[in-house]
């Protein structure tokens, strides 16, 4: 298989493609080529892929997929996004990268189907934000996305093309909501739902984190590699079980704070415990209440999408992916 | 006021304007300036507005929308777009017009707003069309949009597009789900959904109608009457009592073909029944029990749209509006 990763030099892009190509395949299916692309060249992995290629490319430009359209990738990841805060603070570019640039790579898919017939998989990263309160306390399958920011309405746009553009039978799609992702590697951000991840990784290693909402607070969550599960599982399923509803609700876990900050006490102890600090902050509260507190995704799970069942898995994910198994704290 | 309809030369739009300048105003506002505009120039109607312009203007020619958003209409109804049937058989056309040129006049007034604050109220026509099988037997407010048309999913991203663009003030506009229009005056056309209003329509004339489907199938209905109604009510709601879920889902009445038949009988009598011819059609049949059989649209009934509530009351609307309160058969 020839596969392409639009976006790759992401966080869940760059584990996407370290995976694939530390394991030579997807499943059982090899895979010969990995084509890896984003705004900056991402990095290329070591493994067992004999070709990885790596290029800068925005698909923002137009015409920019149209190469990349052009090469009958067996599998496209689409996670090229600029994220919901940039989105927000600038709506012409949130809406030329999130929507447009989308739609040009939608478009360049449907005319390469149209001249030589090719019908690629396409797995595309959608978010959680595509709800909007109110909602009930489980969101089910079948909920209207009402999205209360631009970035959430550019991800159900795009889900709304990617299900007629699989219809129409253009491409073979499948949009996957992320929950949460929990615990993000790397520095601490300055997202509303950073602290999510900041109170787990930062204590891991010793440093203190701030958190500025309460321990009833309550969100849906999945590990980096619960993503990288659904990503994997998406290329490879068989649609004909999906039907005409494309975009899923991912399984996650829906836990408070008061969860997160246990299985760390459970799973790296009190020490770690110690260095968070409460500093309530009435902006990020407000925000916060806003968002999911739990999705049903009966779906997605009847489709074989696995997520963690409790924060212990979540902290062990991290500790066993990110460092080595061990805490520094 | 100052006016502006975009798709007036269509049924609904010619009804509208019809309607504005015999009453000279919506609601208690008198209405000074109507401009009326289609891809072909609209029919001047009489009446007491004392400035009608009308104008040849094709939304989906890039640029093509500035001119309309720089005289500051107060109010823009929206109904331009090509039918189901057309967006379906034609990809590029459907999403040029129905999506491309939509999201053209947004930006248009988007612009015109960041240069001058203006904020008009812009009601735009979606349709039930954006709800796709399976669905609950009465389809609840907060139903996801599953649409199984191109047009169906090029209302639904108008439908996004006008929520972001609502909640970030460009303007303040309503996205209103119209029921199958019923009685629909004119020719007997080819569009699945035509026998709704041909078994009515044409017996009233003394002509035959084809029934091409049985007698016990359920649809969702609003005379033009009523439509014209949920625009005007639209035009002069307080949307603060609205929120941001600006899309709503309109009353009507879901009804039988039974009904239909049984009310044409009680208002004009056996001799019209007789009229309609029973000639089963595989497609039409298939085709028509994917539609929506009822539409709770709870929120609508309580921000005060009204349809109605018998198919009695929609074919004396027929009668009235159309025929002079007579039937010839």
Redesign the interface.
């Known amino acids: 298989m020839k596969i392409l990763i639009i976006g790759a030099a992401g966080m869940i892009g760059r584990k996407l493609a370290e995976r694939i190509a530390a394991e030579g395949g997807i499943g059982e299916r090899p895979v010969d080529e990995l084509v890896l692309v984003d705004v900056v060249e991402p990095a290329k992995p070591t493994g067992r892929v004999g070709a990885i290629r790596t290029a800068a490319v925005d698909i923002s430009v137009p015409g920019a997929s149209a190469p990349l359209a052009a090469e009958r990738p067996d599998v496209i990841f689409h996670l090229a996004a600029i994220v919901s805060g940039e989105a927000e603070a600038d709506?012409e570019k949130g809406y030329r990268i999130n929507l447009d640039g989308t739609r040009d790579l939608f478009e360049a898919i449907r005319r390469e189907h149209e001249a030589s017939g090719h019908t690629p998989r396409l797995v595309f990263a959608s978010s959680i934000a595509v709800f909007?309160a109110p909602?009930p306390d489980r969101i089910p399958?079948?909920?209207?996305?009402?999205?209360?920011t631009?970035y959430g309405?550019q991800k159900?746009?795009c889900e709304?093309?990617l299900?007629?553009y699989s219809?129409?039978g253009f491409f073979d799609g499948l949009g996957l909501r992320l929950p949460t992702i929990c615990v993000r590697p790397g520095l601490p951000n300055k997202a509303a739902s950073g602290f999510f991840s900041n109170i787990l990784r930062e204590p891991m290693v010793g440093q203190e984190a701030v958190l500025p909402v309460g321990d009833e607070v309550r969100h849906y969550f999945a590990s980096p590699r619960a993503a990288i599960g659904f990503f994997l599982h998406a290329a490879m399923l068989d649609t004909a079980a999906v039907g005409?509803?494309r975009n899923l609700s991912l399984p996650g876990l829906s836990a408070t704070v008061g969860d997160e900050i246990e299985a760390l006490g459970r799973i790296v102890g009190e020490r770690a415990v110690k260095l968070i600090r409460r500093e309530p902050d009435a902006a990020i509260i407000r925000i916060v209440c806003g968002w999911a507190p739990d999705i049903e995704a009966r779906r997605a799970r009847d489709l074989g999408f696995q997520a963690e069942a409790s924060f212990d898995e979540i902290v062990r994910a991290h500790l066993e992916d990110e460092l080595g198994g061990t805490a520094r704290v």
């Open positions: 709506f909007g909602f399958d079948d909920f209207a996305l009402t999205p209360l631009s309405t159900a746009i709304l093309l299900a007629d219809r129409r005409p509803r």
